[in-house]
């Protein structure tokens, strides 16, 4: 079955056809997932809700083409994801966590004995805030303008929020090396 079957199968309440869309996405969205929600269990528990979402508004959805259900799920997974690290409030982290990191020099040199798998785990260590603007910034492609709307905060934040991160990512690397 086509995905446009698909959605208008899903639209009908089909669970064959739910079932079907979910197994085509669930193992992408969950990797986009785990960018944002660390825990495992979380980030499944968080993946469901989004699928719930999904679902639950597919009636609303305008099928346009190859790849747009893909893209409006992930839309739907990472304000599923921002949603979870608003209420548990672990957005920011303070100055004091990266003072240290602030000039870290050499990370360029480092990256060439790491793999994509030993970054993403580097990435996963970082706080929250941080992470989670990185990961808009970098994987989403958002600029600062569209995150601070995205958020609620200031692009001021944002930007300070991505450097720091970067910079306690850089230091994380050296430290692997």
């Known amino acids: 079955m086509d995905e446009a079957t698909l959605v208008k199968c ?19 969205m969950m990797i986009s ?13 968080v993946l469901m809700d ?12 305008t099928y346009l083409g190859e790849g ?13 994801c921002l949603m979870h690290l608003r209420k548990r409030k672990m957005f920011y982290a303070t100055n ?14 480092a990256l060439d004995y790491l793999n994509a798998k030993d970054i993403m785990k580097l990435v996963h260590t970082l706080p929250d805030g941080y992470r989670t603007i990185f990961n808009l910034y970098f994987f989403e492609g958002m600029n600062h303008k569209e995150i601070s709307e995205l ?9 300070s929020q ?6 306690l990512l850089k230091e994380k690397i050296l430290q692997t090396h």
């Open 10 to 28: 899903c639209k009908d309440n089909n669970p064959a056809a739910q079932k079907a869309l979910y197994d085509k996405y669930v193992e992408p």
């Open 33 to 45: 997932c785990l960018r944002y929600v660390v825990n495992h269990e979380d980030a499944k528990e």
């Open 50 to 61: 989004a699928f719930l979402n999904f679902f639950k508004h597919i009636g609303g959805f």
């Open 68 to 80: 747009s259900v893909r893209a409006w799920l992930k839309k739907i997974v990472v304000n599923q």
């Open 96 to 109: 004091k966590e990266v003072e240290q990191y602030e000039n870290a020099d050499g990370a360029e040199n």
């Open 151 to 159: 958020l609620g905060i200031s692009e001021g934040t944002s930007k």
């Open 162 to 167: 991505l450097h720091r991160g970067r910079a």
